[in-house]
């Protein structure tokens, strides 16, 4: 078996410093419009000061599959890399810019997880008092099942990444580049799951939307930038030199279901609008609440707080207290 390590000079004829206008401009423009595009994102959730309506699998899902895209691509593409020991700045960075633009996906998806779980929903986080179980030899009050479900997650997103980067490291140290077979199939491993994760991503974001009847704190801004931009990422990926279909392809499919997401959203918030009510307000029903045969709760979180204005309130009073508290598209 050959042995190459990270410190590992390149020959000179192995890079060749190859630029394209088109290309690079392109890139270019992707890397900032993505970095630009998940700021309504960010920004929604710390404004209104809730992450309520985001579906944690939907986190899930998304971070696991960026994380395994951007690994993807950096194996793909290790001998671009070990090339910037030997070219200029320039070169070197025109000729790694897919990882540039994938490693910005991954930072700015991942932020959304870290919002999320900053700005869940206080009146989410622990169970009433008087709807708590006997817990014995606690005294801590009980968390609820959203809750426990989110910091789960957050868990296996911390140890997926912890894993793969480890595995990554020591296949480049100790195999090789991509050029040897068992480090080629790391790389298609991770594209595989990078794409099969994406196909289902937007899956239980687009149940729990639908469920809702409401966007949530879902930035429509962010996905009328990032559709058309998944088109141009895809071409873009498809273009650079080290790539396969692995690598790209992942953001054709998330793409087209983030079209389905973004209609449903668009049509969610105009609908409320034209009834009075605002972007938070939901008819979704409480699984306890559901339990006794009670009516369906709705919802209106009046700004940063979380301060939960209405529960359990009848589809009049509601209308006549949400219409006060009209939301925007931000």
């Known amino acids: 078996m050959e042995f190459q390590l990270l410190s590992d000079k390149p020959q000179a004829g192995e890079c060749i410093a190859q630029h394209n206008n088109y290309t690079l401009a392109l890139a270019l423009f992707i890397v900032v419009g993505m970095f630009v595009s998940y700021l309504p994102q960010h920004f929604r959730i710390i404004h209104k000061g809730t992450s309520e309506g985001i579906s944690p699998w939907f986190l899930l899902l998304g971070t696991i599959s960026a994380s395994s895209s951007f690994l993807n691509v950096v194996v793909l593409q290790w001998k671009l ?61 009980a968390r609820t099942e959203e809750w426990a479900l989110s910091l789960m997650i957050a868990r296996v997103v911390t140890l997926h990444l912890v894993i793969c980067v480890l595995v990554t490291i ?23 799951t990078s794409v099969i994760l994406a196909i289902i991503q937007y899956l239980p974001q687009i149940h729990r939307t639908y469920k809702r009847k409401s966007v949530g704190a879902l930035s429509i801004p962010m996905m009328l930038m990032q559709t058309p931009g998944a088109a141009l990422l895809t ?13 790209w392809i992942v953001y054709a499919v998330s793409g087209c279901l983030q079209g ?71």
Not at 235 to 247: D, E
Not at 316 to 322: D, I, K, L, N, Q
């Open 81 to 141: 890399i070990m090339c910037c020991k030997i070219l200029d700045l320039g070169p070197c960075v025109e000729s790694t810019l897919a990882i540039v633009q994938l490693g910005v996906q991954f930072v700015m998806f991942s932020l959304i997880l870290i919002l999320y779980l900053l700005y869940f929903p206080a009146n989410k986080i622990v169970i009433a008092l008087g709807q708590q179980h006997v817990r014995r030899f606690s005294l801590l009050p």
């Open 170 to 192: 020591g296949m480049l140290a100790i195999v090789g580049g991509p050029e040897h077979r068992a480090t080629s199939s790391w790389a298609a491993f991770l594209g595989i």
């Open 235 to 247: 071409l873009s990926l498809a273009l650079q030199k080290g790539t396969n279909w692995t690598t």
């Open 260 to 330: 389905m997401l973004l209609v449903m959203c668009i049509y969610f918030h105009f609908s409320a609008k034209s009834q009075g009510h605002g972007d938070f307000d939901t008819a979704e029903t409480d699984p306890l609440l559901a339990a006794t045969g009670a009516a369906p709760k709705t919802q209106n979180y009046s700004g940063p707080g979380n301060h939960l204005q209405a529960s359990g309130t009848s589809p009049s009073a509601a209308s006549t207290s949400h219409s006060s508290n009209p939301q925007t598209l931000a």
